[in-house]
T-cell receptor, first 113, second 112 residues
């Protein structure tokens, strides 16, 4: 089954404790992206990648890191999480091109206390 | 840079009536795509409809249609014959040659 898989689905952590949210897709998509969703702000892009070893900042990259060492994986790293990073996170993937829809993971609800 | 604006934080509609959710966008890229996604209370993102910048006709998918007015840079979603299951968040998105950006969303509530 074609899908984007995020793990974990839910995470509660403490301020400053490094964490990684994994994202994997099995559709051989070049494009992958991370978004955070906050009430009233919609989905804001954190980082995106157009292919292996190619990553770019989105609108809200501060406090996050990503890597794209393999085509299928695009982990999101929070080196020192803070409470303002409490949010719902989505990973998405798609082929490259303006006409292609993005496929989303199930989301990761992160709480930083 | 891209910008997508949804000016209606919340909308109400009576069951079986039609409703229009507004979306305006801004881009300097002549080639782009416009998308609408639905997010029910369960949280997943469901793709609804797509409109290309060069498409001459408005896109339709079942009860969903996209009212595309290129000169006004608007891409409104029209849902006909609303159902209780249409109650959800709706996001407008735009994609150019690089990446996809989203608006703030509109929460639609369908009243019985």
């Amino acid at each position: 089954e074609a899908q984007v898989t995020q793990n974990p689905r839910y995470l509660i952590t403490v301020t400053g404790k490094k964490l990684t949210v994994t994202c994997s897709q099995n559709m051989n998509h070049e494009y992958m992206s991370w978004y955070r969703q906050d009430p009233g702000l919609g989905l804001r892009q954190i980082y995106y990648s157009m292919n292996v070893e190619v990553t770019d900042k989105g609108d809200v990259p501060e406090g996050y890191k990503v890597s794209r060492k393999e085509k299928r994986n695009f982990p999101l790293i929070l080196e020192s999480p803070s409470p303002n990073q409490t949010s719902l996170y989505f990973c998405a993937s798609s082929p490259i091109g303006a006409s292609t829809e993005a496929f989303f993971g199930q989301g990761t609800r992160l709480t930083v206390v | 840079a891209q910008k997508i604006t949804q000016t209606q934080p919340g909308m109400f509609v009576q069951e079986k009536e039609a409703v229009t959710l507004d979306c305006t966008y801004d881009t300097s890229d002549p080639s782009y795509g416009l998308f609408w996604y639905k997010q029910p209370s369960s949280g997943e993102m469901i793709f609804l409809i797509y409109q290309g910048s060069y498409d001459q006709q408005n896109a339709t998918e079942g009860r969903y249609s996209l009212n595309f007015q290129k000169a006004r840079k608007s891409a409104n979603l029209v849902i006909s014959a609303s159902q209780l299951g249409d109650s959800a968040m709706y996001f407008c998105a735009m994609r150019d040659s690089n990446d996809m950006r989203f608006g703030a969303g509109t929460r639609l509530t369908v009243k019985p």
